[in-house]
């Protein structure tokens, strides 16, 4: 009896149309950190190169090398948000930070050596001129913002309609809200979107911090 083997039929090659249907598919991109070149995941550390303000992507590693406050050129960002419940900040308190807008941060310069109060604008974030009587007013009335770590963290507040949030946060969160609504705003006053994508930005900061308060 002889014996056979089975043959498969051949395989038919590939179409164009499936050649482009792979390469259409996205890519997973990998971070590095920007220092040693370490593969990171989509959620690391950042660090602020203090001259220029930029932020920079680290591996844990790296970032461990400038947690020391007094590091000169680079600063570990903080990862810690802390909601401020009890914050006191009145209207007539508000008024004399003369911020012009519903939302602004607050910040400590070193190379200034003082204190820098920003507003995200569709042009990105614009410096307002602070009084200094008016925010040592403020640290009088909540000395939790003497505890603020320079450059890096920074007081979030959001007066916009009924709204009164305040948070302090890694300095990275506030360029983040810039940047979303640098991308978004739309007009004259900003749009339907960018201000959902507003609302969406501090629904996850009160999320992310559990409701927990902080005095």
Request: hydrophobic share 40%; proline share 6%; glycine share 4%.
């Amino acid at each position: 009896m002889e014996l056979t083997q089975d043959r498969q039929p051949p395989r038919a090659a590939p179409s164009a149309f499936s050649r482009l249907q792979r390469l259409a598919q996205p890519r997973v991109v990998q971070e590095h950190c920007e220092l040693c070149r370490a593969v990171i995941p989509k959620q690391h550390q950042h660090l602020l190169e203090l001259q220029s303000r930029q932020l920079v992507c680290a591996c844990e590693a790296c970032a461990i090398l400038f947690s020391d406050e007094h590091a000169l050129r680079y600063r570990r960002v903080p990862r810690q948000i802390r909601r401020l419940n009890n914050f006191a900040l009145s209207e007539e308190q508000w008024e004399d930070l003369h911020i012009p807008i519903s939302l602004a941060f607050f910040y400590h310069s070193l190379a200034a050596n003082k204190v820098i109060a920003m507003y995200p604008s569709p042009a990105g974030a614009t410096e307002s001129l602070l009084p200094m009587d008016a925010w040592k007013e403020l640290v009088v009335a909540n000395p939790i913002l003497s505890k603020m770590q320079s450059e890096v963290e920074a007081l979030l507040v959001n007066r916009v309609g009924d709204t009164q949030l305040c948070f302090l946060v890694p300095i990275d969160e506030c360029y983040k809200l810039v940047g979303l609504i640098r991308c978004h705003w739309r007009g004259f006053s900003g749009g339907k979107e960018v201000w959902t994508e507003i609302q969406g930005f501090f629904d996850d900061l009160v999320r992310r911090t559990g409701g927990a308060s902080h005095a």
